[in-house]
């Protein structure tokens, strides 16, 4: 004879958090943690890497502890090959070792891999402390930092281990872009366009108009601050509209995964050489490729696509290094696949999103459409 008991654990959880944006943010950060943003913390963690480390972790580090704050810094190799479950087991020893504890909070200082990685270091340290985003990355600022996906990549493919951790507060620093490598901003731009694709006609247009004035035509840093102020704040609220809706990507939220279905595939298997944006750049071709197809964008439309990502310096053709039938496989690690099979999100035109005829925000799509698609992509 069994018994059952149901453990009531109704939880009413407020994670809402601020998203601020402007110039060079210690100031602000510090005078948050003097108001108590994060209560009841002994140490704070800085976790960066190595590029980031000098530019704006150091110098943050000194900042705190001029004010009064204990805090250490733990650094990691720059670069996305560092985004692993090895490198997260070093810095939680590291901390261990320092003797950081339940009362630590973790500041993360630099692009999307930080966030990513100490995010889910934060999450999981102590079975879970609070963490704070410093985005130095137009990538981090536009989409990595807020939202709370965080993880590590695996050998078979990106993001695949990791939790949702929302931080308890994002600053994105305008001033950091800056000192970025012009084709890490350019992978930026590859986020900036799939957000104003998927939600936002008129900050498409925007971006038609304005992109001379953050990347010039020979893809090198331009940074018209005003433009720059508005791409930030536009992508930040196309995303944390749809963040709010559906924190856990139960439906809605795979919308912000447009492009990465063909996006995360073709960056696991071009060993890393292209940039997380520069893949989702060609990603959203593919999906552009199928969309027409289906009748889901006119010719026209998938046309002013790429000619907006070929103008913000993004790889537009696949590289003949990956073969299709490769790239269909890989797709199968992505995390919208349901019974075994294949789907993607679609724009409807441009600015809006396909919602089925089931409710649901994605589709599956046979494989043999994929392939057809894929054969229509140029290759370099
Ligand atoms: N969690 C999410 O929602 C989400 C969203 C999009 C992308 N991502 C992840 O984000 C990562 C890509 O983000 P990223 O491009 O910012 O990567 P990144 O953190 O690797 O930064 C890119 C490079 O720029 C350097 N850098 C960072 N800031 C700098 C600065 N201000 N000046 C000079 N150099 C600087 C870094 O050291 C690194 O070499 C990928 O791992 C991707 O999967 C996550
Ligand atoms: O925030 C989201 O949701 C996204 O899908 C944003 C993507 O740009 C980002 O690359 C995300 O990490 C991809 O998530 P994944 O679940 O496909 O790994
Ligand atoms: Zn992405």
């Not at 609220?237 to 139960?250: L, M, N, P, T, W």
Request: net charge negative; glycine share 8%.
């Amino acid at each position: 004879m069994s018994r059952t008991f149901q453990v009531m654990l109704k939880k009413v959880v407020d994670d809402s958090y601020a998203i601020e944006i402007g110039e060079l943010l210690f100031d602000s950060l510090i005078a948050d943690l003097q108001q108590g943003l994060v209560p009841n913390v002994s140490k704070y963690a800085i976790i960066t890497d190595s590029t980031v480390e000098p530019l704006y972790g150091r110098p943050l580090l000194e900042r705190l502890r001029q004010n009064g704050f204990a805090a250490e810094l733990f650094s990691f190799p720059a670069g996305e090959a560092s985004k692993t479950r090895e490198t997260k087991a070093l810095l939680e020893d590291q901390l261990l070792s320092r003797a950081y504890g339940r009362d630590s909070c973790i500041i993360a200082v630099g692009g999307g891999a930080v966030t990513d990685l100490a995010g889910f270091l934060a999450g999981t340290f102590g079975r879970g402390v609070p963490s704070l985003n410093y985005a130095t990355t137009l990538l981090a600022a536009a989409d990595a930092s807020v939202g709370g996906k965080t993880g590590v990549n695996t050998p078979v493919a990106t993001n695949l281990i990791g939790l949702f951790h929302q931080p308890r507060k994002v600053y994105i620093d305008l001033a950091a872009w800056r000192t970025l490598p012009a084709r890490e901003f350019r992978s930026g731009l590859a986020e900036t366009i799939r957000h104003a694709c998927l939600g936002d006609a008129d900050f498409f247009s925007y971006l038609e108009e304005n992109m001379g004035k953050v990347i010039s035509d020979r893809g090198q840093l331009v940074l018209d601050a005003g433009v720059c102020e508005h791409i930030a704040l536009a992508n930040c609220r196309i995303k944390y509209e749809v963040v709010e809706q559906d924190e856990r990507e139960s439906n809605l939220r795979q919308i912000l995964n447009l492009g990465h279905t063909a996006g995360r595939a073709i960056e696991a298997l071009s060993g890393y050489t292209l940039l997380h944006g520069e893949a989702v750049a060609i990603g959203l071709v593919v999906q552009a490729k199928l969309g027409v197809k289906r009748g889901y964008m006119t010719e026209d439309q998938a046309e002013r696509l790429i000619a907006l990502l070929k103008k913000a310096g993004l790889p537009t053709e696949m590289p003949a290094s990956i073969p299709n039938r490769q790239l269909v496989d890989k797709m199968y690690t992505d995390k919208k696949v349901r019974s075994g099979r294949i789907r993607f999100v679609f724009q409807d035109g441009i600015g809006a999103m396909k919602r089925f005829a089931d409710g649901s925000y994605s589709i599956p799509v046979e494989e043999a459409d994929i392939l057809a698609a894929l054969e229509e992509m140029p290759r370099v």
